[in-house]
């Protein structure tokens, strides 16, 4: 059976030609410009950041024999004895690191509680008045903006050397970052809820716990393993101002050069992180699995 | 009495008792509820028992605290504001370069580690696990071997930044390679495309908006890690206002918090722009 395919006609064709080198030429005009503005940008921070690259060539060789330095040495005659060498300190590292997890936990607590507290308060959809809603939300930002380690300086200085100071400093933080998520977790949130309990006389605080938090828990709880997650990190780094956690540890083996310790203490954090980043992954899922079921 | 009930309250007490389990969670339900709430309390308190938090100290620091923060006001830039902006544009370069570095090396290595685009399933998980190890190592610490590579200055944060991120980046995209429509490749391919063509038209254009986007949002998260890494001499704002909490000038220590809090109240509306601009355009196209 002959079919015929409909023809475009020759001058229709052309301008449709026309039309889309016009489009691709905007476009490559576009990518063009992009690109000269990073450009731009690049050479201008290169120079603000000193980046000179001979010099990293020149000295990678310390980068590379660091690393080799780093490195235990293990034998296979007295592979045991040579591993307890190098973990000639692990029982004090285990406790170090158990403090650094505790401190994350402590930290991820006091901030997505006092983010849950607050959050309310910073959404559009339930914010009582707009003067409340803009301080609350200037709260967060002024929490998670500034670095958790400059509070963590600071509570040092206010209450001694310590976990404390690390866990405020840690919960702080946290506070802002997991405010912020929770007030755009609430603004998402079905209104129908909140509007029946209001209409059965309810003030702020009970529609917020009873119309307002069944909605968003499951989205809360993953949050917060998340923050967790990081704040394994944020804990181990802690340390470094004397906040608590293995970090003291870390920064005293990396600057007196005592190398086989750094490889110790840094391969314990990386197993930690891992297997927290592994069992935080498996609850979340589980957690989102369960918000879609119900 | 309810008045709206009424005379019938005795009815209605029954029809509500006969749907109790309406109102009421299930025995489970309100079991696994009571084990979860019990269960972070006791961990708490024994987290609280393991650190030996000193509760008698609190209200000594709050005092010291409420005294810093008096001697923070009025802040002031202490004379040095030339030296802060200095330190501020390092803290910028630090974040735009060091992201800017990581997204080369990531962004082609993530394809190795996508399901979808990778070589080999081995090479796969080399090369997640090589993301994973580099990112569980936090940035300040990459900042303190690079200090011991190429000296103190800002060089030194840029690399750290570059590193620590390669990890975060890579495993971003190979998430967003991985969760791409199939169909436009298999289209590429099915019209006698090759397999780079395929990458090329079928998968780029998909994940280019998504990759741009959480670019944006690092540079933007970057401004602020950036401002600590100074603390171990990697150039930016933090070696500065270490010093200053260290030293006691708290008005110091306001203005540079104050500096930070505008650069990246600026830099976040900035990358909001340029993050609708994208999206819209994907939106559009």
């Known amino acids: ?294 | 009495m309810n008045p709206l009930l009424g005379a019938n309250s005795e009815q209605a007490a029954a029809i509500l008792d006969r749907h109790r389990h309406l109102f009421e969670a299930s025995a489970r339900a309100r079991t696994r509820g009571f084990v979860v709430s019990f269960g972070i309390a006791a961990f708490t308190v024994f987290s609280v028992w393991w650190l030996a938090i000193p509760f008698n100290e609190i209200l000594r620091g709050l005092t010291a605290l409420a005294k810093f923060i008096t001697l923070m006001f009025p802040p002031s830039s202490g004379g040095h504001l030339d030296l802060l902006l200095k330190a501020m544009g390092e803290t910028l370069a630090i974040a735009f370069l060091g992201t800017l570095i990581a997204t080369i090396f990531a962004f082609p290595l993530s394809f190795l580690a996508a399901s979808n685009t990778t070589l080999h399933p081995l090479v796969r998980f080399t090369v997640r696990r090589f993301f994973d190890v580099i990112r569980s190592i936090d940035a300040l610490i990459w900042a303190l071997v690079f200090v011991g590579v190429v000296g103190l200055g800002p060089f030194a944060g840029i690399l750290a930044i570059a590193v620590s991120d390669t990890g975060a980046l890579g495993k971003l995209f190979s998430e967003a390679i991985e969760s791409a429509d199939e169909k436009g490749r298999v289209s590429v391919l099915a019209s006698g495309g090759t397999d780079f063509a395929a990458v090329r038209f079928g998968l780029l254009p998909q994940i280019l908006p998504i990759i741009a986007g959480q670019i944006l949002y690092f540079i933007e998260s970057n401004v602020r890690s950036a401002t600590i890494i100074g603390i171990v001499g990697a150039g930016g704002i933090g070696l500065q206002l270490s010093e200053q909490i260290r030293t006691y000038d708290f008005d110091q220590v306001a203005f540079a918090v104050i500096m930070i809090l505008i650069t990246v109240a600026i830099i976040d509306w900035i990358s909001d722009r340029l993050r609708f601009a994208i999206i819209g355009r994907r939106a559009v196209t």
Request: aromatic fraction near 10%; charged fraction near 15%.
């Open chain 1, 1 to 294: 059976m002959p079919s015929t395919i409909p023809l475009v006609s020759p001058a229709r064709l052309d301008s449709l030609v026309a039309d889309y080198q016009r489009v691709i030429r905007r476009r490559r005009r576009q990518s063009l410009l992009v690109l000269a503005v990073l450009a731009v940008l690049t050479v201008l921070a290169a120079r603000i950041g000193e980046v000179d690259p001979s010099n990293l060539f020149d000295n990678i060789s310390n980068f590379t024999s660091y690393f080799g330095r780093i490195m235990p040495k293990l034998g296979t005659a007295h592979f045991f004895a040579d591993v307890a060498d190098w973990y000639w300190n692990a029982t004090g590292w285990l406790k170090l690191l158990i403090d650094t997890l505790l401190i994350a936990y402590l930290a991820t607590l006091l901030g997505a509680g006092g983010a849950l507290l607050m959050a309310p308060l910073a959404a559009a959809n339930l914010a009582p008045n707009a003067a409340i809603r803009w301080t609350a939300k200037r709260i967060f930002e002024f929490c998670r903006t500034v670095p958790d380690l400059v509070f963590a300086l600071m509570f040092v200085s206010a209450f001694g050397l310590g976990p404390l100071a690390g866990i405020l400093a840690i919960g702080i933080h946290s506070f802002g970052t997991l405010g912020k998520l929770f007030t755009e977790a609430i603004e998402n949130i079905d209104m129908k809820p909140v509007e029946g309990v209001r209409a059965t006389g309810s003030n702020f605080v009970e529609s917020a716990r009873f119309g307002v938090f069944p909605q968003i828990m499951s989205t809360v709880a993953s949050y917060a393993l998340l923050r967790f997650e990081i704040n394994v990190r944020s804990g181990s780094i802690v340390g470094l101002v004397g906040a608590g956690g293995i970090g003291q540890d870390l920064f005293v083996a990396i600057r007196k050069f005592y190398y086989t310790d750094v490889s110790a203490i840094l391969l314990m954090i990386i197993i930690c992180v891992i297997v927290i980043d592994l069992a935080t992954e498996r609850l979340r899922h589980q957690l989102s699995g369960q918000g879609a079921r119900s």
